[in-house]
């Protein structure tokens, strides 16, 4: 079974809509982290956001925030006014206790001019 | 600081052959990766090691080997190349125990034919 289920495979959206990522994952482990990763046309994986199991805060930076539910096993980014700069795939993933980390399959980001 | 370095960028190998990619990092991190990604997937665990000659099994081991002789340096060898590797490798590199932001090199993308 997949331990981080990105559902989305492809999204296309218009320059200055809203869009949301989803992330549902599985773990047993009560003390985890959650990651969302963006991986440019380019290649390179640059790290977005980081949350501990214990912190179920949402969190807001600039045009990007983050919505992370226990009850439904789930961490979803929405960008806000999106930008081409944001045309991407974005990975989500999950690191349990033991250096185990595991990725979703990515979900690709169009934005339209 | 370069961060985390590989080489090479591209290579294309031989069923059966065999080589060894590099990865090298400076910024001291105890905690290096590598993972495979294969098109249109997200990023599998190979190997990890949590400091200088201590290395463990990710998700995804077989059929490569690493060692840790250094803090800056993970090699991952390839015995036997099969088309099954034909993948793009990432290495990474973490500060903290395993569930800090990770710091990714810019990939090795291996053809096996």
């Known amino acids: 079974a997949q331990k981080v289920t990105q559902a989305q495979t492809e999204i296309s959206v218009v320059e200055k809509e809203d869009v949301t990522l989803d992330c549902v994952y599985e773990?047993?482990?009560?003390?985890?982290?959650l990651f969302w990763y963006k991986q440019p046309p380019s290649g390179e994986l640059v790290f977005l956001i980081r949350?501990?199991?214990?912190?179920?805060q949402n969190e807001i930076s600039g045009r990007y925030s983050w919505n992370f539910q226990k009850s439904t096993s789930s961490f979803n980014f929405t960008i806000t006014a999106s930008q081409v700069v944001d045309s991407a795939v974005y990975f989500c993933?999950?690191?349990?206790?033991?250096?185990?980390?595991?990725f979703g399959t990515g979900t690709s980001l169009t934005v339209i001019p | 600081n370069a961060g985390v370095t590989q080489t090479p960028k591209f290579r294309i190998l031989k069923i059966g052959q065999s080589m060894t990619l590099q990865c090298t990092q400076d910024?001291?991190?105890?905690?290096m990766y590598w993972y495979r990604q294969d098109p249109g997937m997200g990023l599998k665990l190979i190997y990890y090691?949590?400091?200088?000659?201590?290395?463990d099994k990710g998700e995804v081991p077989n059929g490569y080997n690493v060692s840790r002789s250094t803090t800056e340096d993970f090699p991952l060898r390839l015995e036997l190349a099969a088309p099954s590797q034909t993948s793009v490798y990432f290495c990474?590199?973490?500060?903290?125990?395993?569930?800090?932001?990770?710091?990714f090199g810019p990939g090795t993308r291996l053809t096996v034919t």
């Open positions: 993933a999950l690191s349990e206790v033991g250096n185990q980390f595991y």
């Open positions: 773990t047993r482990d009560t003390t985890y982290y």
């Open positions: 910024m001291n991190h105890n905690y």
């Open positions: 990474a590199s973490s500060h903290r125990d395993g569930l800090g932001e990770q710091y």
């Open positions: 949350r501990n199991s214990f912190d179920e």
């Open positions: 090691s949590v400091g200088a000659g201590i290395t």
